[in-house]
């Protein structure tokens, strides 16, 4: 079935409201759907690349934004929406880790879970269960989705269709290696 439905993100990927479709994807895998926006970034960018910077954008907007639903979720509808949801992708367990995290980690949880292949739905979910501070919230989540999808689409502008099989294959890698180097820049500016 998840084959399937990335079969079909790649085709809507050369829709002529590819940008439309881009946008929504982004905002339901931050809260509901299991396909990342990746899989259509990927190709638009390849596709269009004078265009790639305006297609981080819309997927950076639209999966803040849905991101705040997903917090909205967990924070308004746990118990009715939220959980069902964690439950069928396999995190009905994360939110105590997630509350533990948040409490001793803060926003550092947002931003590198943000960067990873890990689901972003399951983040925001438990971000809004467990109360975390919905404004620092919005901002980590505005730095970790806009580096991930402009350091894609930055990728792919500059090497085009070689660097689409390295992102594949190397995704956890880079998005690791991101993670590292916002977090060091937070460490270097709390020292000074």
């Not at 990335?6 to 439309?20: F, Q, S, T, V």
């Amino acid at each position: 079935m998840l084959h399937a439905l990335y079969e079909r993100i790649l085709r809507l990927a050369a829709h002529r409201h590819a940008g439309g479709w881009l946008a929504a994807i982004s905002f339901a895998e931050s809260s509901v759907f299991p396909i990342p926006p990746d899989a259509m970034l990927l190709p638009m960018c390849l596709a269009r690349p004078e265009r790639a910077w305006r297609y981080a954008t819309i997927c950076t907007i639209a999966s803040v934004l849905g991101g705040i639903a997903g917090y909205a979720l967990g924070y308004f509808l746990f118990e009715a929406v939220a959980q069902p949801v964690l439950a069928a992708y396999g995190h009905a367990e994360a939110l105590q880790s997630f509350r533990a995290w948040f409490d001793r980690w803060g926003a550092a949880v947002i931003l590198i879970k943000g960067l990873t292949p890990i689901p972003y739905k399951v983040v925001t979910i438990a971000a809004g269960a467990a109360a975390f501070d919905p404004w620092v919230f919005l901002l980590a989540s505005i730095v970790t989705r806009g580096a991930r999808f402009f350091l894609l689409a930055a990728l792919l502008r500059r090497y085009g269709a070689p660097v689409r099989g390295f992102v594949e294959k190397r995704l956890t890698l880079l998005t690791t290696l991101a993670a590292i180097a916002i977090l060091g820049g937070f460490a270097a500016i709390r020292l000074i």
